[in-house]
């Protein structure tokens, strides 16, 4: 059973990154990581695209996934969705979400559950990182370059540290695309 593969590298994200910093949007939606017993307590989480509402049953068996208002503030994610679409093909644009994992923070294991999670697969594209970040998937640890894109399988137990000094950012974007057909078998 495969864990994570690298689908993508080389990508430029700097203008993304440059878009993120000193934006306020981090807090505009905690929720991802306050809510009683997150696995994401070390991040900040800005939505471009998410569920249609934060309670359980939608947050995890709604396949809906709708444009937030910050989707008109960083064009630049939108750019390298559509670079990703180009390269997968995706065929179902899921939520895409845009994290940051700060200096010293722990992801606690976890393996993301429901209907949606069964659908959709997951990738990560990383925006900014440190040689102390290491993301670990059904036992193997490995770290993830920045303009780089991973697929992993989100439904087996995963963490995420950053023992480093800086942040952790990766854009999170959740798609249907036959790249993953029998990946996760």
């Given at each position: 059973?495969?864990?994570?593969?690298?689908v993508?590298?080389?990508?430029?994200?700097?203008?993304?990154?440059?878009?993120?910093?000193?934006t306020?949007?981090w807090?505009?939606i905690t929720i991802?990581?306050?809510y009683?017993?997150?696995?994401?307590?070390?991040?900040?989480?800005?939505?471009i695209r998410?569920?249609?509402?934060?309670?359980p049953?939608?947050y995890f068996?709604?396949?809906?996934?709708?444009?937030?208002p910050?989707?008109n503030?960083?064009?630049?994610a939108?750019?390298?969705?559509?670079?990703?679409?180009?390269?997968?093909?995706i065929t179902?644009?899921g939520?895409?979400?845009?994290?940051?994992?700060?200096?010293g923070?722990y992801?606690t294991?976890?393996?993301?559950?429901?209907?949606?999670?069964?659908?959709f697969a997951?990738?990560?594209v990383?925006?900014?990182?440190?040689?102390?970040c290491?993301n670990?998937?059904?036992?193997?640890?490995?770290?993830w370059?920045?303009?780089s894109?991973?697929w992993f399988?989100?439904?087996?137990?995963?963490?995420?540290t950053?023992?480093?000094?800086t942040?952790?950012?990766?854009?999170?974007?959740?798609?249907?695309?036959p790249?993953?057909?029998?990946?996760s078998?």
């Amino acid at each position: 059973m495969n864990t994570a593969i690298e689908v993508m590298s080389g990508l430029n994200v700097l203008p993304l990154y440059a878009e993120l910093m000193n934006t306020p949007s981090w807090q505009d939606i905690t929720i991802r990581q306050t809510y009683e017993g997150s696995a994401h307590a070390d991040t900040e989480t800005i939505f471009i695209r998410g569920p249609k509402s934060f309670y359980p049953e939608d947050y995890f068996n709604d396949l809906g996934s709708y444009d937030y208002p910050h989707i008109n503030l960083f064009p630049q994610a939108m750019v390298l969705i559509e670079q990703l679409r180009e390269m997968l093909p995706i065929t179902e644009l899921g939520r895409v979400l845009i994290v940051k994992l700060k200096p010293g923070g722990y992801v606690t294991p976890h393996i993301d559950e429901g209907l949606y999670a069964d659908h959709f697969a997951r990738f990560h594209v990383v925006i900014s990182t440190n040689s102390e970040c290491v993301n670990t998937t059904g036992g193997q640890s490995l770290h993830w370059e920045a303009g780089s894109v991973w697929w992993f399988n989100h439904k087996m137990t995963h963490t995420a540290t950053n023992n480093g000094l800086t942040d952790r950012i990766h854009m999170i974007v959740d798609a249907v695309t036959p790249f993953t057909d029998n990946l996760s078998n």
